[in-house]
């Protein structure tokens, strides 16, 4: 399995960025996948899932501002960010969910500068 994430990079806070997860070795409609994130010096975090039914929960900072799709034609997952902050810096990662720990792969990073 390989899930490559990519589409970050450094963006002025009140912006948008769109992520991209593209999964090799994955049947999306036979898992849940998740965006997570991990902040310099703090534990990584689930942002939002998404179920092969196509239903999405948020975690609540990114309630309003993001948006987890997926595309099963392309096997891709795609996270939509608006309203960029500067607490949303982190390297942000694909996984199914619940992640599986062996699934990790670089993740992207995301830098909102203020």
């Known amino acids: 399995v390989q899930l490559q994430a990519s589409g970050g990079g450094l963006v002025q806070a009140g912006g948008s960025l769109r992520l991209s997860c593209t999964a090799s070795?994955?049947?999306?409609?036979?898992?849940?996948m998740g965006w997570y994130r991990q902040a310099p010096g703090k534990q990584r975090e689930l942002v939002a899932r998404?179920?092969?039914?196509?239903?999405?929960i948020y975690t609540d900072f990114a309630k309003g501002r993001f948006t987890i799709s997926w595309d099963a034609a392309k096997n891709t997952v795609y996270l939509q960010m608006n309203s960029l902050k500067p607490e949303d810096t982190a390297v942000y990662y694909c996984?199914?969910?619940?992640?599986?720990?062996?699934?990790w792969g670089q993740g992207t990073l995301v830098t909102v500068s203020s």
């Open positions: 996984n199914v969910f619940p992640p599986v720990p062996d699934y």
């Open positions: 070795g994955i049947i999306f409609t036979a898992n849940d």
């Open positions: 998404i179920s092969f039914r196509r239903s999405t």
